[in-house]
């Protein structure tokens, strides 16, 4: 009988198990924490509390427009998570969120998470159906280009390029500080987005000048991102399309989150572009989330490789060993890697 059973005293498996399960719990109902932070960054509620904060929950909610129901729960969830403060009844940003998820302010990473709020969060419902059938789960899902899809429509092309900003806005100030600038003239970040990277080389080193290459689309919000930065007169945009073009020449090119976009002939056809156009002396620097070499501690990049799989027909991430073999196997005399910031890595190919 099932009721017997219960009595049975439990074996000292049973009781590892029964003290052990508040981690699977907690990374199983994770969505809700993220959900949450997702849809405060989506909502404003950061950028409202910076400019007229501290509010009380009423006052908050009138500003956000939420409804009654749950918006004190909102509020005292995101304390709970750590994302505000509270005291007397009146709530604030944390030093970090004030920082990071102020719209107003440029060190604003929050475009990435409007982005995850409003595609990512929703295709990730698919991962199961991915891991199945090996195919993207998102706006490319019935085939064609990730960029094909969403560059069609100026409000998605926008808010990617700003995530692409919000995801290398730290890593651009690191890579700033942690490559040998004084030895080059020229750097082009190649699939630069808005154009985040050299901004930063170009701010910290004056000699620098250059510019990002990448699809039409993408020119005028490079050169309005550039002007405002007041570099104007030393980065510009190249336009083009690295499948269909040569890359162009300069000392140094980048490649940042931008091979773990395609498979691995793509991977291969786009290290030995870089290796043409560089000068001899020049470097190829490639950032990513790298994978650790034993593929069991970075999760981030782990799990970055599986947004490849819901965002890509053949992309996946790597490890920095991996880079390191393919940019010697395209000629580079000289690799090595380096740690920039938080989960990202630089491998350096020199030719
Ligand atoms: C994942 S984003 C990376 C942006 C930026 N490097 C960063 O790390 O934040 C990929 C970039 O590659 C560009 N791209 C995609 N296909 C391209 C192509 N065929 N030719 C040139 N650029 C391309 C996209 O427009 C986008 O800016």
Redesign the pocket.
């Known amino acids: 009988m099932a009721g017997m059973s219960d009595a049975r005293p439990m074996s000292a498996t049973d009781q590892r198990a029964a003290t052990a399960p508040d981690a699977i719990l907690q990374l199983g109902f994770g969505f809700w924490g993220s959900r949450t932070l997702l849809s405060a960054a989506e909502l404003g509620v950061f950028t409202e509390l910076a400019s007229a904060g501290p509010l009380d929950a009423e006052s908050l909610r009138e500003r956000l427009d939420l409804h009654p129901r749950s918006a004190r729960d909102f509020f005292d969830a995101l304390v709970a998570l750590g994302m505000l403060e509270r005291e007397d009844g009146a709530y604030r940003n944390t030093d970090e969120t004030d920082l990071f998820l102020d719209r107003a302010k440029p060190t604003y990473v929050g475009g990435l998470l409007e982005m995850a709020s409003r595609r990512l969060y929703g295709h990730w419902n698919n991962l199961t159906e991915g891991l199945r059938t090996g195919q993207p789960q998102n706006e490319a899902k019935e085939g064609g280009s990730l960029?094909d899809a969403i560059y069609t429509d100026p409000a998605t092309l926008s808010g990617f390029l700003k995530a692409?900003s919000g995801?290398?806005a730290g890593v651009a100030r690191a890579l700033a500080a942690s490559f040998p600038w004084e030895r080059h003239q020229t750097v082009i970040?190649v699939?630069?987005?808005e154009g985040?990277v050299p901004v930063q080389i170009a701010l910290a080193h004056p000699h620098i000048n250059g510019g990002v290459?990448?699809?039409p689309q993408?020119g005028p919000f490079v050169e309005e991102y550039v002007t405002s930065a007041g570099l104007g007169d030393r980065l510009r945009f190249y336009e083009?399309?690295?499948?269909a073009d040569p890359l162009p020449s300069a000392d140094v090119l980048i490649m940042?989150?931008?091979l773990h976009?395609w498979d691995m002939d793509e991977k291969r056809m786009l290290v030995d572009k870089a290796y043409a156009a560089l000068p001899g002396g020049g470097a190829l620097i490639v950032y990513e989330a790298l994978i650790d070499d034993e593929r069991r501690a970075n999760a981030h990049g782990l799990l970055m490789s599986l947004n490849m799989l819901i965002e890509t027909p053949g992309g996946f991430d790597y490890t920095g060993a991996d880079c390191q073999k393919w940019l010697r196997e395209a000629g580079f005399g000289e690799t090595y890697q380096q740690h920039l910031l938080g989960p990202d890595s630089m491998v350096v190919g020199i030719k």
């Not at 083009?240 to 499948?243: A, K, L, P």
């Open positions: 960029f692409m995801v290398s970040d699939g630069g987005a985040c290459f990448d699809l993408v083009g399309d690295f499948f940042g989150h931008i976009d």
